[in-house]
């Protein structure tokens, strides 16, 4: 899950990535893909941050890229050893090799997990579906609460959790991500109580999803981030 740093922690962690060069993927409203950098330097009079400019791209090219509709803001992702860290600058200028940006205003970090995992919004319904593990005519359809390239958290009543104990296998798992079906067999991992503050009483399952092939592996984990960076950084 994604959880904002204070300012300080944040500062320290890009200071981090800039003592070690560490690797920094950013993009922009106005390109679709990944621009992989280098972090390089951190100017604390200018309140400024630096890395070398992606591939062979020259300065006038990155500019005009990131500048394009009035837009200029990017957004970064920089894997740290202890943490992922997330944030938007403000683009600045470029020289010779590198290209400045300012220091930002806020910062969030994401757990260290195999697959990242996004919260479902409130408004927004995700459902799955899948043969009931007592009664295998019968076709259940459950609210997911959360969900990765790796599992999912399916909501249920009360009194279905006794159906759901660690090790079920739920066959026929299906459900539906923009318009793509997609369908495997899922493993409940454990059953827990929902929040008082969730909007009903109930428990989250936890399942691990089992034979899901690797172009839909993809495509949940290319959801889940492009969902992520909508959600945390306002595209």
């Known amino acids: 899950m994604f959880e904002p740093i204070d300012f ?24 679709t893909g990944d621009l992989i950098c280098h972090l390089t330097g951190f100017d604390p009079v200018k309140k400024s941050f630096s890395l070398w400019r992606p591939g062979q791209m020259d300065g006038d090219e990155f500019k005009a890229l990131v500048t394009k509709n009035g837009e200029k803001n990017c957004h970064f992702t920089i894997s740290l050893a202890q943490v992922t860290l997330f944030f938007k600058a403000f683009f600045v200028d470029c020289d010779e090799i590198h290209a400045h940006f300012a ?23 995700l459902k799955v579906s ?9 076709t259940l359809h459950k609210k997911v609460i959360d969900i990765s390239a790796g599992g999912a958290a399916i909501f249920v009543t009360g009194e279905e959790q006794v159906f759901f104990e660690r090790g079920t296998i739920l066959e026929d798992f299906g459900f539906t991500i923009k ?3 997609l369908k495997c067999r899922a493993e409940v991992l454990h059953t827990r109580a929902v929040p008082d503050t969730f909007q ?6 936890g399942v ?16 889940v981030n492009s969902e992520a960076r909508k959600y945390i950084l306002g595209l």
Not at 200 to 205: D, E, H, Q, S, T
Request: net charge positive; no cysteine.
């Open 8 to 31: 300080d922690t944040g500062i320290k962690s890009l200071r981090e990535g800039i003592r070690t060069s560490s690797t920094a993927q950013l993009w922009t409203k106005n390109y």
């Open 103 to 125: 220091v930002p205003d806020s910062f969030f970090k994401v757990q260290r997990r195999a697959h990242m995992r996004i919260s479902i919004p409130n408004g927004y319904v």
């Open 130 to 138: 899948f043969k009931n593990p007592i009664d295998v005519t019968e």
């Open 179 to 181: 318009g793509k079906n």
């Open 200 to 205: 009903k009483p109930g428990y989250r399952v």
């Open 208 to 223: 691990r999803f089992l034979g899901l092939n690797a172009e839909d592996t993809a495509y949940v984990n290319d959801y």
